[in-house]
């Protein structure tokens, strides 16, 4: 395997590319959160090069020269990581994929960049959302920029709830984290969602999208159902739905159990974090190991 970092002073973004030895002509760039995390974006590459697909993970925040955290992320780092990939000029399919809040740079990026051919959608929102860099105080501002402007987003009220406490709530049919709730009331205001819905229909890529049904950490079934009708609408017909029953927010590509055993030793862990894991955890693995599949066949296809 073949291993290249990139840095957003000479690069124009910050990232980490795991490609395949041999011949291959498919690039997926990787949006999943900071540079830091459970699941280093580093793995997810490295599990798509294991397919035969050239992964880059591309960094948002939590780096030398990138935003301290989820607040005010430029997509220009998406369009330097396009450019980069386009120029190598022997991928005849670029995708890009995003995982949870990295899911609003993915459909960002393949909104404005046509060079993307195809895009992944794991756990999505179907708006950007207001920004915050310690997790603890909102920014007023979006979590994501353009040519320095805002992308248009609905604002989040984190403190009102303990982000990761579980409560009964009358609107879920499960226990639901605090911050499940945060983004349920964003969405109460309509006016403002529909002007952060996330422009999908204005997407040339072929879509794939994939959400657990029993999400605890927001809810990404309805996320997914509102971008699925909102192409529907617009007459766009290149794309999948996939709804996974009694899954949650962990879905998506995974790093490698071989290669990576520890991950796997910590699910105890993730599963005190998404009780969807540890209450129903053969349905959600395999919930993942569909997904897995389908995304590597929709690559290649």
Partial sequence: M???????ARDG?????????????RAVLIFTGGEKGMLPGIRIAESFADAGICGIAVSL????GLPAGADQIPLEYAESAVSW???QGRYKVIAAYGMSMGTIFALLAARYFPEIDKLILCAPTHVAFEG??????MSGHSVA???GADIPFVPLRLNDYKPGRYYDDER????????????????????REAQAALPVEGVRAEVLI????????????????YLAERMQKNGKTNFRLRLFPDAGHLIGMMPSKERYPGTYRMMPLIAAMYRRLKDHKEDSLAALDSIQQEMIGFLLA
């Fill in 2 to 8: 073949q291993y290249r970092d990139f840095e957003e």
């Fill in 13 to 25: 973004f910050t990232g980490h590319l795991a490609a395949p030895d041999g011949d291959h002509d």
């Fill in 85 to 87: 990939v386009r120029k």
């Fill in 145 to 147: 920029t353009y040519c």
């Fill in 172 to 191: 879920a049919p499960l226990p639901v984290t605090g911050m499940w709730r945060s983004f349920r009331d964003a969405y109460d205001c309509k006016d």
């Fill in 132 to 137: 915050s860099a310690d997790k603890k105080h």
């Fill in 61 to 64: 925040f939590g780096a030398p």
């Fill in 210 to 225: 994939a959400a657990g049904t029993a999400d605890e950490a927001w809810d990404s079934a309805y996320s997914a159902q």
